[in-house]
């Protein structure tokens, strides 16, 4: 068995990617809106209709578009998030014309603690600190396969270095080259909240965390449970370039020959991540959502 990512788009303008996994198929941010993911979706053999859920980081616009509602209504998608975002996300259904109890089917708040994202598939949220609210990333396991997804960090905790450790992919933002910021035409209030802590990372920030996530998988499980690809989410188009990217992250043998770069106006290819036997320790829970 297998688990497969595809980034549909990520950047500003939009974030999506959708998994799929022999449980089905769901989406981890919908910053694209569903007409734009249907057409990123042709070809790919995965289409609306078979997105069983939209897990979201947060929600800010380009990750999450109000103009999912309908479609979550119509095609009966589970709408997951942090319980932290009830209020504001209630707030939005209300914008649409959604009575939030009439919704009330369709969300799927969790907490601090392990979900299910699917029948067959469990997530674990790590809290990012990302502006006022926060973000979160996720450990996403299924089939045997374990999947490490983490945008708009702020800053990397340690925690993330630890629970990533192991992946057979990993997914992270590399949003900004430092002096590109700098130099850019953005007003400077902007720049500080990229780059002050609680923003995004830069290509330096993100390359130190995937060695440390490379160095501490080694030490722990061997070179043989390296990811098999990392994917870099979330690049600038006006203070990143991906010559610079492929610079900075191909200086380590290791990740060179793994890395695939996310564009904001086309989707990757299949991304996928073979079966393998669980790590020592590793549990896949399955957790029972009417319980």
Known sequence: MTMELCVLGSGSSGNASVL????GCMLLDAGLGPRTTARRLADTGVSLADIRAICLTHLDTDHFSP??????????????FHKSL????NRLLKQQDFKPKAFASHVSPFDNADFEAMPGVTGRPINLAHDKEGSHGFL???DGCRLGYATDLGRVPAE??????????LAIESNYDPDMQLNS???????QRIMGGQGHLSNEQSF?????????????FGPDRLPRHVVLLHRSRQCNCPVLVRKIFSSDLRIAQRLVLSHQNERTEWLGMPGRQPLPGEQLTIFDLAG
């Open 140 to 142: 996403l396991q299924s």
């Open 67 to 80: 103009n999912w509602f309908t479609t979550i209504a119509e095609q009966n998608i589970r709408l997951i």
């Open 208 to 220: 130190e965390a995937v060695r440390a996530i490379f160095d501490r998988t080694t030490e722990q």
């Open 185 to 191: 035409p953005r007003p400077w209030r902007l720049k």
């Open 86 to 89: 009830t209020k504001a996300v």
């Open 20 to 23: 799929r996994t022999s449980a």
């Open 160 to 169: 993330l270095i630890s629970i990533f450790a192991g992946v057979d992919l």
